[in-house]
């Protein structure tokens, strides 16, 4: 949940999704859109579909346990190298070494060169070859860099390795900000009696997995449809990840839709179905 999440937000999340999902059994009974539905805020959804299939083989396959053996680990859905490394060396306190961007930072700041993850594990390894608790090593890695050797303002005069570190005391540029660009997209609210249209194969490409209202990117299923009024309910600026847009969402009415890529949800079924955050926003 953390990749590319804040703390804050999965803070916020993650009390009501272990209450549904407590375990790796609790998984056994739920298909991915109950999955979809809890994991909806967090975006990244295919990490949401990843953690589902390794679920779903950890319990066929491992009978509920996470494997301990790198290689296995790498053969489930979604888990890479730093994750398996993570899971081997915090999970299973085995020698192994999650190389995050704050260990990246740190380590290539004290030897002041830039080397790929394989030759800093293996510094590390060279390193550290006497050290047993591999669990305190890394996560103390990774929340040293990130509160001591700050990525534009690092603390030099309290760090304890600014004796041999190669940067110690170098100035580093703050981040230029850019002004951001936000990009303009149509969602549309198309009624019949008290159904609501949703399209099948979105062209958005961050909520495929969900019910997905028709936007102004499904160009062939505009095509399709005649509407005789365009009536704006709403408009504000949202993000997904590091991706920025201008919503603007309108009422399609007194249409005709020769379009058969599209379901139909009655109105009140809608708390029932898989729905991201910006659609709840949409539509309750
Ligand atoms: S001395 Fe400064 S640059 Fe070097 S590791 Fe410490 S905080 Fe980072």
């Given at each position: 949940m953390l990749q590319q999440t804040s703390v804050k937000t999965v803070e916020n999340k993650l009390k009501v999704y272990l209450d549904k999902f407590?375990?790796?059994?609790?998984?056994?009974?739920?298909k991915l859109n109950d999955l979809l539905s809890s994991w909806s805020?967090?975006?990244?959804?295919n990490r949401a579909e990843n953690l589902f299939k390794s679920i779903k083989i950890i319990n066929e396959k491992y009978k509920g346990k996470i494997p301990s053996n790198k290689f296995e680990l790498l053969s489930?859905?979604?888990?890479g190298q730093y994750t398996a490394n993570a899971i081997l060396s915090i999970?299973?306190?085995?020698?192994?070494?999650?190389?995050d961007v704050n260990i990246r930072r740190l380590l290539n700041r004290i030897l002041d060169c830039t080397l790929t993850d394989e030759e800093l594990e293996r510094v590390l390894d060279i390193s550290f070859k006497?050290?047993?608790n591999f669990r305190h090593f890394s996560e103390s890695m990774m929340d040293y860099s990130s509160s001591i050797?700050?990525?534009?303002?690092?603390?030099c005069n309290e760090?304890?390795?600014?004796?041999?570190?190669?940067?110690?005391y170098k100035k580093f540029d703050k981040k230029i900000l850019k002004k951001i660009k936000h990009q303009n997209l149509e969602f549309y609210i198309i009624k019949k009696n008290n159904l609501l249209c949703f399209i099948k194969?979105?062209?958005?490409?961050?909520?495929?997995k969900f019910n997905h209202l028709p936007s102004n990117l499904d160009k062939k299923f505009i095509s399709f449809i005649k509407f005789a009024e365009k009536q704006k309910v709403m408009s504000f600026k949202y993000s997904i990840t590091n991706h920025r847009f201008k919503i603007n969402v309108y009422n399609l009415k007194n249409l005709k839709i020769n379009y058969q890529n599209i379901k139909w949800v009655k109105k009140t079924e809608l708390k029932k179905i898989a729905l991201p955050t910006l659609f709840k926003k949409i539509l309750y």
């Open positions: 407590p375990n790796f059994s609790s998984y056994r009974s739920k805020g967090l975006g990244y959804y489930l859905p979604g888990i999970g299973f306190n085995k020698k192994a070494y999650p190389i006497n050290k047993r050797c700050k990525k534009s303002s690092p603390l760090c304890i390795f600014n004796k041999f570190c190669k940067s110690a194969n979105p062209s958005f490409q961050f909520y495929k």
